[in-house]
Every structure is written in C-alpha cells, then in structure tokens.
C-alpha cells in the first residue's frame, strides 16, 4: 500500500537538486534550513544553476557550500560583500550572492556591507538576524535587543552600557545603492512563501540589471543560543524581535516605501 502511496505524481514536494543530500548541522528548529532552500528553489526556477555564484564567510553560514550545489566561494569574517564585488566585477553575467548572519554582516563586516550596498553593486545580499552569535557561543551581536540576555550580556543588554541595537537594514535603506531591501520570516509557512517570493524578486533584479543590490533580511530564531525551545524560540521571536525589526518591504526599486 505504502509503494503505491509513494510514486512521482503523488509528490507534494520534492527537493530541489540545488541541496545538497549532505545532513544540515544547524541546531533542530533553526530556520538556517528553510532558507537554504527557498534560495536554492529559486535559483533552480530561474533556471540560473550553472551561472550562479555563492559567497560564505564565517558564522552559521559558513558551511554553506556543504548545502548548496552551486559554485561557493568562502570568505573572511564580514568580507562576502567585498569578495561578490570582485567576482561581480570579472564575471558581470554571474549571479552573486552573499549569505550572512548579523554578527558577520552587521559587525566586523559593517564597512563591507554599506560600501558595498553605497557603491550599487548589482548582487544578492541574503542577511538572517537572529539577534545574536549563534555559532561562536550565543554572545551579543549588534542586533540582540535590549534587555536580552546573552552569555555576555548575562543580565541583559544595557542600551545605556552597551548601545542600542543596530537596525543595519534600515540604515542601508538610505544609500543610494539599495534598489530592493525587505525583512521577511520562515516560521510559519505564509511567511516562508512571502520570503521566497522576496528572494526571487531579488535575484530576478540582478538579472535584469536593476543596477543595484538587493538585501533581504530574514528574521530568525536560535533557539540554542536564546535557551528555547524551537517552539519557544519562535514565539519569543514574534512577540520580541518582530515588533523592533517589523517585517515587510523598506526599499522597492530605488524608492523608500511610505507606511
């Protein structure tokens, strides 16, 4: 009964050949995952396989090319942006992107990612925020919100200490090199729909030569490093991280969008 069950054309979703058939190391719950493969599902739908090129530095991303059966380049902690552009630059008709946490891209990366994204640079910038170091032990990032605990914030992050989280995504909004920047989700699968239809717009921009980067930012959760479960996590995650970092188009076609 069970062999009749499982035949082709009973498929409600198969696996796109751009993943890999290597297990994920990421913690049970993360979204890392899920947006591995929206990203791939579209690169494969745009039928761009062969002509594409991924950048990974360090952090959660960084065995991305384990993942993603396209072409990958590693890059140094924060520097993807800067590697896309020189690939970019001497392959033109490529497709590059980047695959960044924000401990990557909105720290040690951060002069990277705005002359990048100042300089119109025609590349993918794919940005999950999780609110802090996933990979390297759940310390502060720059994006963990006030009052969250950390294992360097113990008693949580003291805005007067330590500075307010940075909104990265609405401060490259205001560069003239954003064409598109969006904040989307995964944790639910409306969500996980918009997010890969945020993706494809991206890509498809750099394939019509907007001229431009497109920065799409995920909003995710780490339930190992916030001590949650992946249920937990994502509760947390909506009614803490969504109402600092609320979720939609910023920045549609080079205009700013009015709310």
């Known amino acids: 009964m069970l062999k009749e069950i499982i035949q082709p054309e009973n498929l409600a979703y198969k696996k796109t050949e751009l993943m890999t058939d290597t297990v994920l ?46 072409d990958m380049q ?33 720290a040690i990366g951060t002069a990277e990612t705005i002359h990048a994204i100042n300089r119109g640079e025609n590349i993918v910038i794919v940005f999950v925020n999780n609110g802090i170091y996933g990979m390297t032990g759940g ?27 940075l909104k990265i995504t609405e401060l490259i909004s205001q560069l003239p090199g954003a064409y598109y920047v969006t904040r989307q989700a ?14 494809k717009k991206a890509f498809q921009n750099q394939i019509d030569k907007k001229g431009g980067v497109s920065f799409v930012e ?16 994502n509760e947390w995650m909506v009614d ?5 970092y609320p979720l939609g188009d910023i920045k549609v076609d080079g205009e700013l969008v009015t709310k």
Request: with cysteine.
């Open 25 to 70: 190391s990421y913690c049970p719950g993360c979204g890392h995952g899920t947006i591995h493969r929206l990203m791939m599902d579209v690169i494969e739908e745009l039928d761009a396989w062969e002509d594409t090129i991924g950048v990974a530095p360090v952090g959660c991303s960084v065995l991305a090319y384990e993942f993603m059966n396209v």
């Open 218 to 233: 995920v909003v995710s959760n780490c339930n190992s490093g916030w001590k949650m479960t992946p249920v937990q996590s």
């Open 74 to 106: 590693q890059a140094a902690h924060g520097r993807a942006p800067a590697v896309a552009t020189g690939i970019k630059r001497c392959w033109p008709d490529k497709l590059v992107f980047t695959y960044q946490g924000d401990g990557d891209l909105a």
């Open 186 to 199: 995964v944790h639910t699968p409306a969500h996980v729909r918009k997010t890969k239809k945020a993706i």
């Open 139 to 165: 310390q502060m990032a720059p994006t963990t919100l006030p009052n969250m605990k950390s294992s360097t914030s113990p008693y949580g992050r003291d805005v007067d200490m330590m500075g307010a989280p």
């Open 240 to 244: 803490n991280m969504f109402p600092f």
